[in-house]
């Protein structure tokens, strides 16, 4: 049997979190003694195709026709079918990005199925069964595959280990032919306006900077993104400095925003709202700066400094400058 992984490629590249997919996607088979088919689906892909045959899988099927240089759901979505019927896969993995959902969902649909969701751990025997968060992260619930339909899942980037690259591996790579016509596309992209960013994106960030209404205006986010910087880390924000026009919506962490899972992630000036906290109690290790002792954010986090972030964060950014120099 066969484990079909969706592979996104952004500007040429492979994005991590699809990286993540194919390598749990890789850990499942070796274990259940199955195949794993990746593919990617953007133009250009050379660069992408290189990047993930080195987390070995037994094959590549190529989606890169002129239709799918820009996103289009509907064209992505008929590609991923069109992979897992040919492959008549048992399971399709795909990062929990935006990209990722829209695209499931929809092949998921053309299988009269649904998506186990934003999953944080799987548990692959007789059954397909995994984990998701619930209730803004405080409990799991458990949930379990459709028989006789492929099991269409999306994990949460972040938390599956990239597997251990392999440079020599080399997998066979194949055209997947796609047939788009007109009635399949019900829009299409004209013009993309990227917003340019000095810092690491969000989704795939090991570590987070996050900045919120202690920062008191956005005269003084200066000092989270220079944290951010020398720790070679993302950018965040809470709602409410992204509803106060302060930063860009990109930014937001939260129920309403981007959910993240870092290594680390550094709340400052942040009181820890039940939305925001969703979008990120399940980083590894949580930091929270905040000169209200009492704030939500401490009694998740695993260390607290109680004080003035307008103190802290230049003493500590200095700090880290000086380790690095070293």
Same mark, same amino acid.
């Given at each position: 049997?066969i484990?079909? &992984? $969706?592979? !996104?490629?952004?500007?040429?590249?492979?994005?991590?979190?699809?990286?993540?997919?194919?390598s749990?996607?890789?850990?499942?088979?070796?274990? /259940?003694g #199955?195949?794993?088919t990746?593919?990617?689906?953007?133009?250009?892909?050379?660069?992408?195709?290189t990047?993930?045959?080195?987390? /070995?899988?037994?094959?590549?099927?190529?989606?890169?026709?002129?239709?799918?240089?820009?996103? #289009?759901?509907?064209?992505?979505?008929?590609?991923?079918?069109?992979?897992?019927?040919?492959?008549?896969? !048992?399971? +399709?993995?795909?990062?929990?990005?935006?990209?990722?959902?829209?695209?499931?969902?929809?092949?998921?649909?053309?299988?009269? &199925?649904?998506?186990?969701?934003?999953?944080?751990?799987?548990?692959?025997?007789?059954?397909?069964?995994?984990?998701?968060? *619930?209730?803004?992260?405080?409990?799991?619930?458990?949930v379990?595959?459709?028989?006789? &339909?492929?099991?269409? =899942?999306?994990? /949460?980037?972040?938390?599956?280990? $990239?597997? %251990?690259?392999?440079?020599?591996?080399?997998?066979?790579?194949?055209? $997947?032919?796609? #047939?788009?016509?007109?009635?399949? $596309?019900?829009?299409?992209?004209?013009?993309?306006?990227?917003? =340019?960013? %000095?810092? *690491? !994106?969000?989704? !795939?960030?090991?570590?987070? *900077?996050?900045?919120? /209404?202690?920062?008191?205006?956005?005269?003084?986010?200066?000092?989270?993104? %220079?944290?951010?910087?020398?720790?070679?880390?993302? @950018?965040?924000?809470?709602?409410?400095?992204?509803?106060?026009?302060?930063?860009?919506?990109?930014?937001?962490?939260?129920?309403?925003?981007?959910?993240?899972?870092?290594?680390?992630?550094?709340?400052?000036?942040?009181?820890?709202?039940?939305?925001?906290?969703?979008? @990120?109690?399940?980083?590894?290790?949580?930091v929270?700066?905040?000169?209200?002792?009492?704030?939500?954010?401490?009694?998740?986090?695993?260390?607290?400094?109680?004080?003035? +972030?307008?103190?802290?964060?230049?003493?500590?950014? %200095?700090?880290?400058?000086?380790?690095?120099?070293?």
């Open positions: 049997m484990i079909v &992984t $969706l592979i !996104e490629v952004r500007d040429g590249a492979a994005k991590k979190s699809s990286l993540e997919a194919l749990e996607a890789r850990r499942q088979a070796d274990k /259940r #199955s195949t794993v990746a593919v990617v689906i953007g133009s250009p892909s050379a660069e992408a195709i990047r993930t045959s080195t987390f /070995r899988p037994d094959r590549i099927l190529v989606a890169d026709d002129a239709v799918f240089a820009n996103y #289009s759901a509907q064209a992505y979505a008929k590609a991923l079918d069109q992979a897992v019927k040919q492959e008549n896969a !048992e399971a +399709v993995f795909v990062s929990a990005s935006a990209m990722g959902k829209e695209v499931v969902a929809r092949t998921a649909a053309k299988s009269q &199925t649904s998506v186990l969701a934003d999953v944080v751990s799987i548990d692959w025997q007789t059954s397909f069964k995994a984990q998701r968060p *619930v209730y803004s992260g405080k409990a799991y619930a458990q379990e595959a459709k028989p006789g &339909t492929p099991a269409f =899942v999306s994990l /949460r980037p972040n938390v599956f280990p $990239l597997g %251990e690259a392999a440079p020599d591996h080399k997998p066979d790579v194949q055209k $997947l032919a796609v #047939s788009i016509g007109a009635d399949d $596309l019900k829009g299409k992209v004209t013009e993309t306006h990227k917003t =340019v960013t %000095e810092t *690491v !994106e969000l989704a !795939e960030a090991e570590i987070i *900077v996050s900045g919120g /209404r202690g920062l008191k205006g956005p005269e003084h986010f200066h000092l989270v993104k %220079e944290l951010a910087q020398v720790l070679g880390a993302a @950018m965040g924000a809470s709602r409410a400095v992204v509803d106060a026009g302060w930063i860009d919506h990109q930014f937001q962490v939260g129920q309403t925003g981007k959910v993240v899972s870092p290594t680390l992630y550094i709340a400052c000036g942040i009181s820890g709202a039940i939305q925001h906290l969703a979008g @990120m109690s399940s980083s590894k290790y949580i929270a700066i905040n000169k209200d002792p009492d704030a939500p954010i401490f009694k998740i986090a695993n260390y607290g400094i109680v004080g003035d +972030v307008f103190q802290i964060l230049p003493a500590l950014t %200095e700090e880290i400058r000086k380790l690095k120099s070293e």
